[in-house]
């Protein structure tokens, strides 16, 4: 009964997760290979050996191990997205990372890259449910480093203030993502319930996942599960830029005709339609006319 209980096969998994967090993918493999022979039915193992697998293909030509750590984290969400790693493939390995870099880590300030890659230390805080630290770590980040933030940050803010029950820092960090660019938000770390049943609600409806994406920001103002706070002006230098960039809306793809529409809405909802030279509400009829319809319907019925 021991010897069930006890077996040494576990000792080698042991092994194998302290290499794998010292990247050390090909000896870890072995280990994990010797688990096996040992207790084939010993849990996760193939998992494990799956992400020792792909980390020996990624990362190798970098000579720091943060930025391998890096490199083969952003891999990772690569395969996700080409279906070559499962969403338990990409958590386990990310945990891994995490507690890697931060042994590695020497400062809360510090951001993790990879050549044009990035990783905030809160992220790492965040994939580990290391809440309170995540939080901090992220919103230092996204104060001190404005330049540098991208709407994926936001989200992750967002996220590690929703795990806190701070929800009007997370109202205003996800509002901030959703409306920069709804498709950088990252599911495997997202944390709103309300807002992840309207993504699936549209996505069932949709047949073009990119077009459910689109269509979030809309889908969650108009069922009141995000709040645009008044007077707020983070958006209009974005608003700007965007619309000098894409020209005439005649040429517009429907995904770029979607996201000006929805800096459009976030304008109006603010009240900031002064501080711009165009009508966004003329705007918005330009670019979706359908949408718009119902946007002022929604207008009207909460009036």
């Given at each position: 009964m021991q010897a069930q209980l006890f077996s040494p096969a576990i000792d080698y998994k042991e092994q194998a997760l302290q290499q794998m967090l010292a990247l050390e993918w090909s000896d870890a493999f072995e280990s994990l290979k010797i688990a096996y022979d040992l207790d084939p039915y010993l849990a996760d193992l193939a998992l494990l050996a799956r992400l020792c697998e792909?980390?020996?293909?990624?990362?190798?030509?970098?000579?720091?191990?943060?930025?391998?750590?890096?490199?083969?984290?952003?891999?990772?969400?690569?395969?996700?997205?080409?279906?070559?790693?499962?969403e338990a493939e990409?958590?386990?390995l990310r945990r891994i990372l995490a507690r890697h870099l931060l042994m590695k880590s020497a400062s809360p300030d510090e951001v993790f890259a990879a050549q044009e890659k990035t990783l905030p230390r809160g992220v790492c805080h965040l994939v580990l449910e290391n809440w309170q630290a995540a939080h901090s770590d992220l919103l230092n980040w996204v104060t001190r480093h404005a330049e540098a933030v991208t709407p994926r940050d936001w989200s992750y803010l967002g996220d590690a203030a929703t795990a806190l029950k701070l929800w009007n820092e997370a109202n205003l960090a996800y509002v901030r993502a959703l409306f920069l660019d709804p498709h950088a938000i990252d599911l495997l770390t997202f944390k709103h319930a309300h807002l992840t049943i309207a993504l699936q609600r549209l996505e069932m409806r949709h047949e073009d996942q990119a077009l459910a994406r689109a269509l979030w920001p809309f889908d969650a103002w108009r069922r009141q599960i995000i709040q645009i706070p008044l007077g707020n002006t983070f958006l209009l230098p974005v608003v700007q830029r965007q619309r000098s960039l894409l020209g005439s809306e005649l040429l517009l793809e429907r995904k770029q005709t979607l996201q000006q529409f929805m800096l459009c809405l976030y304008i109006d909802q603010a009240k900031l339609q002064e501080r711009i030279s165009f009508n966004v509400r003329e705007e918005m009829m330009g670019l979706e006319p359908d949408l718009f319809r119902q946007y002022l319907a929604e207008i009207e019925a909460r009036r």
């Open positions: 792909f980390a020996q293909q990624e990362g190798e030509r970098f000579k720091s191990s943060k930025q391998k750590a890096v490199a083969l984290w952003h891999a990772a969400d690569e395969a996700l997205l080409q279906k070559q790693l499962n990409v958590t386990n």
